[in-house]
């Protein structure tokens, strides 16, 4: 497999020795914990380094070198390496592409961090102190130091030099259906630890959407899954532990050879193939696809002044990325099989985003033979969008001409185009089938679920309620967290607003009518749907036809989001 740039070599043996080492060296989500507090470590999952770097200045324990070095892409010296390496060491390190030497003017140059005052101690030295009194630290950061570059260079550096990270390597834990997994997954380095902006063929680690779609993933065994726009790989290791074969694509042969690497360091095995989209699994199926394509709207114009950074950019015109998946999906879904993707969309000048959205995702899914669950999370102005993926890519670090050019000629385009809004959430989708598909799909749109992110357990009662029992047959079931809150005027005996609240599942807040709110409350297992609103219109004095027309959508949207089971 040939790439546009140097990637880790895929030498099965020393790769084994990384692992052993890193296992030995306890460099772990857990160790991280222990070393650093939480501000230091949400800070790091932002990719802001300089943090967790003040909070491990002069520390030596293994894990904090390792972090050091590989996340926060501070130099080390080969020797500091060696130790916590033992197996592999600085050398192998080097052999097989992770790591480099460095001159000694680079050497000398990197960041020098002060003696840490005890706010900024780790946790972990903090809890070792007496109570009263003040906790130790290192007299002297084991870090390089600032030195004149016309002294002669020191004989130490000269025998013992420093080295640095061309990866950003660190560990990810999760709690899975099988039990909990630890995992380290190589990734490039980003513009935080290079100091310039994404290359063309960046491949990305694990940031925010990544672990959206992660958490959001449903966790059933099966047989086969698949990972589209495999990137790291780390969807694909997610997947390996509940499905029996799993294969990873992805358009970039840098992002393959690193899933393979990562494959590799994880003990686990992936087929990985090279190829756009579905192409390289053209005539397979499978019980389950995620996927978080490259679908950053990028016009031409930007595309040949900046270059196509492949892990965001599908090199498709306009929205049309997400058109191709979802037409393209169904082909390789096994019936019943599930897939899920992030995505996001163009809404026209002409339409309201936060209540005509859904129509574009529409026509896409127009003759599918699948049901569909489609989430706007979120909607941003073209200004916004643009702003927030230059900013993505490094744009504070490019010179202000090229950064205006850039951002101008986004705007344009946008404008040129009709875009008023642009839409972003997620899609799941499920294989009908041959039954099922002669009824035609059933598909459910909505907007900002403003609560928790949904989990696969979330996702996929969603997608099995859009096929639910006949409701006025159905006896429903109230979610035990379920409670409901009651706004009065001062003085009236009836409620002006009522709001039910979903402790758990989607976190959800949803204001009801007087109707929906009886209905629910009445909803222990006991009556069916039909009964309880020929009670309620009973009661109200209401035709009992009246009272369904109000009742059936809101309750099946309740029913989709949890507050009510059947």
Same mark, same amino acid.
């Given at each position: ?65 390792? =972090?050091?070095?590989?996340?926060? *892409? $501070?130099?080390?010296?080969?020797? !500091?390496?060696?130790? &916590?390496?033992?197996?592999? @060491? %600085? ?94 997954? =190589?990734?490039?380095?980003?513009? *935080? $630890?290079?100091?310039?902006?994404? !290359?063309?063929?960046? &491949?990305?680690?694990?940031? @925010? %959407? ?357």
């Amino acid at each position: 497999m040939t790439t546009s740039a140097p990637v880790p070599a895929l030498d099965r043996d020393m790769i084994a020795r990384l692992r052993a080492d890193i296992i030995a060296s306890s460099w772990t989500t857990d160790t991280l914990d222990e070393l650093l507090s939480d501000d230091a470590l949400s800070a790091l999952m932002r990719d802001s380094r300089l943090p967790a770097l003040v909070e491990l200045a002069g520390v030596d324990a293994p894990a904090a070198t390792l =972090t050091r070095f590989f996340i926060g *892409g $501070q130099p080390e010296r080969a020797s !500091a390496l060696d130790a &916590v390496l033992p197996t592999l @060491g %600085a050398a192998g390190l080097e052999t097989l592409g992770l790591a480099a030497t460095i001159d000694e003017d680079e050497a000398a140059s990197a960041l020098v961090m002060p003696r840490p005052c005890s706010k900024s101690a780790p946790k972990r030295e903090r809890a070792q102190a007496g109570e009263g009194e003040e906790a130790s630290f290192p007299t002297a950061p084991a870090l390089p130091t600032m030195r004149d570059p016309d002294e002669e260079p020191e004989p130490e550096v000269a025998a013992d030099p420093w080295m640095r990270a061309l990866y950003d390597l660190r560990p990810h834990a999760a709690t899975l259906p099988g039990g909990e997994h630890e995992w380290w997954v =190589t990734s490039d380095l980003g513009e *935080g $630890q290079t100091g310039k902006p994404l !290359a063309d063929h960046h &491949v990305m680690g694990i940031g @925010g %959407a990544t672990r959206t779609l992660l958490e959001m993933t449903v966790r059933d065994q099966v047989d086969s899954a698949l990972d589209v726009g495999c990137g790291c790989g780390i969807q694909a290791l997610y997947l390996a532990t509940h499905a029996r074969r799993v294969v990873a694509t992805d358009l970039s042969p840098r992002a393959c050879a690193l899933t393979q690497f990562n494959a590799a360091l994880n003990e686990t095995k992936i087929d990985v193939r090279e190829g756009s989209l579905f192409e390289p699994v053209e005539g397979e199926t499978f019980d389950l696809i995620v996927t978080n394509p490259p679908f950053v709207i990028t016009p031409d114009t930007v595309r040949c002044a900046s270059g196509m950074h492949e892990y965001r950019d599908g090199g498709m015109d306009r929205d049309n990325l997400i058109a191709a998946v979802l037409r393209g999906a169904p082909d390789c879904m096994a019936p019943g099989g599930t897939l899920q993707m992030l995505a996001n969309w163009e809404i026209p000048e002409s339409r309201n985003p936060d209540t005509q959205w859904s129509q574009r995702v529409d026509e896409w899914l127009d003759g599918l033979p699948v049901d569909a669950w489609v989430v706007q999370r979120d909607v941003l102005e073209p200004a916004r969008y643009v702003d927030m993926w230059i900013r993505d890519s490094g744009g504070p670090l490019m010179a202000r001409a090229d950064y205006e050019r850039a951002y101008t000629s986004w705007l344009v385009d946008f404008r040129r185009a009709g875009t008023g809004a642009i839409g972003m959430g997620f899609v799941a989708l499920r294989r009908l089938d041959e039954a099922e598909a002669a009824s035609g799909g059933r598909r459910a749109f909505d907007l900002s679920l403003d609560g928790h992110a949904p989990r696969g357990q979330d996702v996929s009662w969603a997608l099995a309620s859009l096929r639910g029992p006949e409701l006025w047959d159905t006896v429903l079931t109230r979610a035990s967290d379920v409670r409901e809150e009651r706004h009065y005027v001062p003085g009236s005996p009836d409620p002006e607003l009522l709001i039910l609240h979903q402790g758990g599942g989607l976190g959800r807040s949803v204001p009801v009518s007087s109707a929906v709110s009886a209905v629910v409350g009445a909803s222990d297992g006991e009556l069916t749907v039909g009964q309880i609103v020929a009670a309620v219109a009973m009661l109200t004095s209401v035709e009992a036809d009246d009272v369904r027309a109000e009742v059936e959508a809101p309750l099946r949207d309740l029913i989709r989001w949890g507050f009510l089971t059947y």
